[in-house]
């Protein structure tokens, strides 16, 4: 049976291959650095679903950045405390998540994307909670309302996404703005991009 409802399952199976094969030539950096530019430089960043840390957390830490990254995959996150053992990770999903602090901005890269839409839709409020007035909100879905299975390491991995006008909905009825929006960037292996600002 597919995995739909927690998909970090799967990335446990897989965290060895994924190490070794997911890119590493920061694609993300100018949707990153347009957030960091709009945030303190002392200011707190979620890296929400950090992966093994390459290459976001890393590039993060690189400008001096302050980090807490987050992810739901066990076998992931031993593979990003071998990449950087000075930095601290956290076994949460984000769906539950459970932190003392907030933050300046939300990076969910590739993360958010793998809920099931009813989840999704409840990670709005939860993303407001845990940003400050101001903080900027990272994610990126698919173009429009559907489902999707990609195949990694002969596994099948789910994807998920509201359509654009929901999740417009949603960030108006949470207290956010849409800075940058783009559907299907090819600068960034045609992902759709939402760079938001909570009010």
Known sequence: ?????????????????????????????????FVLEKIPQDGKILDLGCGTGKPILAYLL???RSVVAVDASREIL??????????AFILQDMRNLDLPEKFDAIIAWHSFFHLPAADQ????????????????LVFTSGPDEGEAWSRLNQEDVYHASLSPTDYEHLLKANEFIVLKKALEDPT?????VWVCQRI
């Open 1 to 33: 049976m597919k995995e739909s409802k927690d998909v970090y399952k799967i990335y446990d199976k897989i965290a060895g291959w994924f190490h070794q094969n997911r890119g590493q030539d920061l694609m993300e950096k100018a949707y990153l650095d």
């Open 78 to 87: 031993k593979i990003a405390a071998q990449n950087f053992p000075e930095q």
């Open 121 to 136: 839709q409840s990670m709005f409020p939860i993303f407001k909670q845990y940003l400050n007035p101001g903080g900027m």
């Open 62 to 64: 690189s400008l001096g």
């Open 188 to 192: 960034v292996g045609n992902a759709s």
